[in-house]
């Protein structure tokens, strides 16, 4: 079936980096944009950007764009975030999403948790 | 950072109906379609509603979508206890040029 997997969870210290995978299976890979989108606890969602696995090509959140980078594994049907320069307030559960209809995250991978702490 | 506008919450009795807004701006709702997301506790969100009024195979049709001018609503027929969740909308705003949430609804079913 359609899915996207993703990393286990992961604990890091402020100032240092983080990267995060999610794995495509069940469809063509190259065919449908994957976005993240994060939500710190108890906080709404936050859309940080999208990658075109196709083509490799990226659109980053504003807020984020110094920060954050993406990239695709073709060979592994993955798709990478990372995020640099982690402060308190990048905690948050980070999801990947399949874009399928304009505008309309049909598959979700199951989330993240990346705990920036000291 | 959201910009587009949700009550925090809303409630019902099993079997009535609640209806959510959504508000917005003529670069994001005004001019792009809505979709709808369901977040029940400690889950991935769920796509409930896309392209305005669309719903995805296996959501049932107590879940209905429309949109007019710059704002969007959800509305949830004959409530039920599973239903309570987070329910955010979502569009693409072209000014941005990023995909905006809406700031979240609690639904609570009384």
């Known amino acids: 079936q359609v899915q996207l997997v993703q990393s286990g969870a992961e604990v890091k210290k402020p100032g240092a980096s983080v990267k995060v995978s999610c794995k495509a299976s069940?469809?063509?890979?190259?065919?449908?944009?994957l976005h993240w989108v994060r939500q710190a606890p108890g906080q709404g969602l936050e859309w940080m950007g999208m990658?075109?696995?196709?083509?490799?090509?990226?659109t980053y959140a504003q807020t984020l764009k110094d920060r954050v980078s993406m990239t695709r594994d073709t060979s592994t049907n993955t798709v990478y975030m990372g995020l640099s320069s982690l402060k308190p307030d990048d905690t948050a559960v980070y999801y990947c999403?399949?874009?399928?209809?304009?505008?309309?995250?049909?598959?979700w991978g199951q989330g993240t948790l990346v705990t920036v702490s000291s | 950072q959201s910009v587009l506008t949700q009550p925090p919450s809303v409630s019902a009795a099993p079997g009535q109906k609640v209806i959510i807004s959504c508000s917005g701006g003529?670069?994001?709702?005004?001019?792009?379609?809505v979709s709808w997301y369901q977040q029940l506790p400690g889950a991935a969100p769920q796509l409930l509603i896309y392209e305005n009024d669309k719903r995805p195979s296996g959501i049932p049709d107590r879940f209905s979508g429309s949109k007019s001018g710059t704002s969007a609503t959800l509305a949830i027929t004959g409530l039920q206890t599973g239903d309570e969740a987070d329910y955010s909308c979502g569009t693409w705003d072209t000014r941005l040029s990023a995909y905006v949430f809406g700031t979240g609804t609690k639904v609570t079913v009384l």
């Open positions: 003529d670069s994001d709702i005004g001019n792009n379609y």
């Open positions: 069940g469809y063509t890979f190259s065919n449908y944009y």
């Open positions: 990658i075109n696995p196709g083509g490799g090509t990226t």
């Open positions: 999403a399949r874009v399928r209809a304009p505008g309309a995250f049909d598959i």
